[in-house]
């Protein structure tokens, strides 16, 4: 099985940064799309961004959009969100996704197909 780690969550005040990581195995993994996801506690997971293979096309959550930056790096199997101006709401345990459909950054969770454990994001006020 693919495995995909999150790292680089944590506590940041409202308006500061965050950038976060997912390493993935597999020597495939430049030619998988990959996907962050959150989800805060009693509500349903939504999707923050996404990033296709080498073509590298991005695609962001409306909540984030200019905020937030996805980038990856293949040579390292490791995916990012640089996180900035970063608002109270923007809590909630981040998730890495891959998707085989390497050409594809789609908003649902469903086309994905491996998943990493999550990493915490708490931004105070």
């Known amino acids: 099985q693919v495995q995909l780690v999150e790292s680089g969550g944590g506590l940041v005040q409202a308006g500061g940064s965050l950038r976060l990581s997912c390493a993935a195995s597999g020597r495939t993994f430049s030619n998988y799309a990959m996907a962050w996801f959150r989800q805060a506690p009693g509500k349903e997971r939504e999707f923050v961004a996404a990033?296709?293979?080498?073509?590298?096309?991005?695609a962001y959550a409306d909540s984030v959009k200019g905020r937030f930056a996805i980038s990856r790096d293949n040579a390292k199997n490791t995916v990012y969100p640089q996180m900035s101006s970063l608002k109270p709401e923007d809590t909630a345990l981040y998730y890495c996704?891959?998707?085989?459909?390497?050409?594809?950054?789609?908003?649902?969770?469903?086309?994905?197909?491996?998943w990493g454990q999550g990493t915490q994001v708490t931004v105070s006020s």
């Open positions: 990033i296709s293979n080498s073509i590298a096309n991005t």
């Open positions: 996704a891959a998707n085989r459909a390497g050409w594809r950054t789609a908003p649902s969770g469903n086309e994905y197909d491996y």
